[in-house]
């Protein structure tokens, strides 16, 4: 009897806990599509079409009515003038003549994170990312697993000029919310100027970023919005390829404060993905006085764009 009543006990204990991790899910899940909504509603938006990079979305799927679709705007040679010679070069390289200017994109990633040092192991990856160019914005939603039916959603994101990191165990208990400060802007719109590679017609002066050579093989990007002004340096290939972007970032110390140090993320595998040259693989790491640490390598295993061609 004393056996069937723990077993009871323990049975309402389950369901209370699955209520409770749903309920916290379900929040997290709001928070991610307000913050989405919101970087969206941000963006220009004269109406009223969405066409996908890669295939056509069903209208239901797509923010149509949230995404600039100037269609008549593409990419010229007059938009290239006076640019660095590595630059011009990439940039004629990866943009096809006649391509729209990315309002906004969509990439999904599947790989693997590492939390922690150089000891801790690598953990699977499934992240999306949705992207705008005016003003600059993303929001990462990834899901980490950490152990088998033990999975860590993150969300990583700058919007309306102001960084944001949360992560939850399940989805749904609280282990990480950083306060917003500048050092947490600077960080994510770093973020958005490396990974501009990826939707890289935002890398045309016209954009908002402005370029300074600093020999045949490299050059400095820079990028100012509202009070945050970030840069980059660009690393290319003969075969006019970006193949690492180096940059100075504010990383997080133990006392919850930030030390600047370097980061790296490095790119390879280029395949042309709606009229763009764009990495399909990387990696990005923490280069430290101790050594460098990777902590995040994956695969774009799919990518759309509004404008598309």
Do not use: C
């Not at 989805?171 to 950083?178: E, H, I, R, Y």
């Amino acid at each position: 009897m004393r056996v069937t009543t723990a077993l009871k006990g323990l049975g309402v204990a389950a369901v209370g806990l699955g209520a409770a991790v749903a309920v916290g899910r379900s929040r997290f899940d709001r928070a991610s599509a307000d913050l989405a909504d919101e970087l969206l509603a941000e963006a220009d938006a004269r109406p009223e079409r969405a066409i996908a990079g890669e295939g056509r979305r069903d209208r239901a799927d797509a923010p149509a009515d949230r995404i600039v679709t100037d269609t008549d705007r593409t990419v010229t040679d007059d938009d290239l003038t006076g640019l660095p010679d590595p630059v011009r070069d990439y940039l004629d390289n990866a943009i096809r003549d006649g391509r729209s200017y990315v309002r906004s994109a969509r990439l999904e990633q599947r790989g693997e994170f590492r939390l922690g040092g150089p000891e801790s192991a690598w953990k699977p990856l499934e992240a999306t990312q949705r992207v705008t160019v005016r003003p600059p914005g993303f929001v990462w939603d990834a899901t980490i697993e950490m152990a088998p039916f033990l999975p860590v959603r993150v969300v990583d994101a700058y919007v309306g000029g102001s960084g944001v990191l949360r992560a939850a165990l399940l989805g749904a208990l609280p282990v990480a919310d950083m306060v917003p400060s500048p050092d947490l802007d600077e960080g994510e719109l770093v973020r958005y100027l490396v990974e501009a590679v990826w939707f890289p017609t935002a890398l045309v002066p016209g954009e908002g970023v402005e370029w300074e050579e600093i020999d045949d093989d490299s050059a400095r990007a820079t990028l100012e919005h509202d009070d945050t002004t970030v840069s980059a340096v660009f690393h290319f290939t003969d075969n006019d390829e970006v193949e690492r972007v180096v940059a100075e970032r504010p990383r997080e110390t133990d006392d919850g404060g930030f030390e600047r140090a370097t980061w790296t993320g490095h790119l390879w595998n280029y395949r042309e993905r709606g009229g763009l040259l764009v990495p399909t693989e990387g990696e990005v790491e923490w280069n430290l006085p101790d050594g460098d640490l990777p902590y995040w390598r994956a695969t774009i295993s799919g990518v759309e764009y509004w404008p598309a061609e």
